[in-house]
């Protein structure tokens, strides 16, 4: 469903990632694991187009992406939740969903989404910005899922969010998956939330993939060497 190969991103002459591969299966979900500074971050923003890919290929479900623009990735079946959520503070619930809409050419939110986040569907008239952290977070998934993606990718999701709604996050991360047939890629520090979602976890450093164990083969005391400090 992506494969991503020999994928070379800098930043002006400071290379970042040294020709990475990754493959992602149809409905796998896969975690990219690696302190901060490794380069995840980085292969999220070149994914979706935000950083230019200085040489190699990205496709999605056979079709190159590498020299298309942001927004024809999103309309290719691309979503993107960024670090940081990046919601739109000032506009409701309601509206910051209807703008992942404007990619399926639908007007109104699809009830399936709220579904998966009834505590949307309480807050549909509530600003973006008046939002708890989790639920923000839920929005910035919500928003993706409207454009009705193929492979969706996250950006450090459980950054700032409470342990309790970290564990209500992976069960619908796993329900989306199931019920939408879709592909799961996602950036992340905290080992426990990867091995709870992911059916392979790859670790990052120094832009270079150095593990890509299936999740019950992972070494979590391995793992977790490359995650500290």
Not at 112 to 120: G, H, K, N, R, W
Not at 188 to 211: K, P, Y
């Amino acid at each position: 469903m992506l494969a991503i190969s020999d994928l070379h991103v800098a930043y002006g002459q400071s290379e970042v990632l040294h020709g990475l591969n990754v493959s992602v299966a149809p409905n796998e979900i896969v975690a990219i694991m690696g302190r901060n500074g490794m380069g995840k971050t980085t292969l999220m923003k070149s994914l979706m187009g935000i950083l230019p890919t200085k040489s190699g290929s990205v496709k999605m479900d056979g079709a190159e992406l590498s020299a298309l623009p942001s927004f024809a990735r999103v309309a290719k079946g691309l979503a993107y939740v960024p670090q940081g959520r990046m919601i739109f503070s000032t506009m409701t619930v309601k509206e910051n969903i209807e703008t992942g809409l404007v990619v399926s050419g639908g007007s109104e939110v699809p009830d399936d989404i709220y579904e998966l986040f009834p505590v949307l569907l309480e807050m549909k008239g509530r600003r973006g910005g008046n939002l708890s952290g989790g639920q923000q977070q839920q929005l910035a998934i919500a928003r993706a899922l409207a454009t009705k993606p193929k492979v969706l990718l996250l950006d450090e999701p459980t950054e700032g969010i409470q342990p309790s709604i970290i564990k209500d996050m992976a069960r619908t991360l796993k329900r989306i998956r199931d019920e939408r047939g879709l592909s799961i890629v996602v950036s992340e520090q905290v080992l426990s939330f990867a091995l709870d979602i992911a059916d392979r976890v790859l670790v990052i450093e120094n832009g270079e993939i150095v593990r890509d164990d299936p999740r019950e083969l992972v070494d979590a005391a391995q793992v977790s060497k490359f995650l500290s400090v």
